[in-house]
């Protein structure tokens, strides 16, 4: 059965359904096929994308532990974003959060193109 709400916060009243009930309800949606001729043209063909964000999990279940987001400004500094606290992290740290125990655990990563200025508007890639 399958339950609404977030970790750790209880029963949000929200009606348990069948996981099944709830695959089927997916698939009923209507998505429509991603017309790639409607998408803009790519500025950077390189290929290389950098890491610009990572969402933690520190805790050792999903149902207790907390959340913590950690960005990559536009200056190139790392901050970590932790409830009501912002601080300023080096990339090493931000290169350690590969869990265990309860240590930060990666959940989402995000990323972006990479852009290099020597190259935009050419195909090749920089070495």
């Known amino acids: 059965r399958v339950h609404g709400g977030a970790a750790g916060d209880g029963d949000t009243g929200a009606a348990p359904m069948d996981v099944d009930d709830a695959i089927s309800g997916a698939a009923a949606l209507d998505y429509a096929p991603l017309d790639v001729g409607a ?24 149902d207790s532990g907390h959340y913590v987001g950690w960005a990559k400004g536009a200056d190139g500094r790392w901050a970590c974003f932790d409830d009501d606290r ?32 020597a190259v935009e508007g050419a195909s090749a890639v920089p070495k």
């Open 39 to 62: 998408l803009p043209p790519l500025i950077n063909k390189t290929g290389i994308y950098e890491l610009c964000a990572v969402l933690t999990h520190q805790g050792r279940t999903a």
């Open 86 to 117: 912002v601080r300023e992290v080096s990339l090493d740290e931000v290169l350690k959060l590969s869990g265990g125990g309860d240590w930060h655990t990666a959940y989402i990563i995000v990323y972006r193109t990479k852009r290099f200025a």
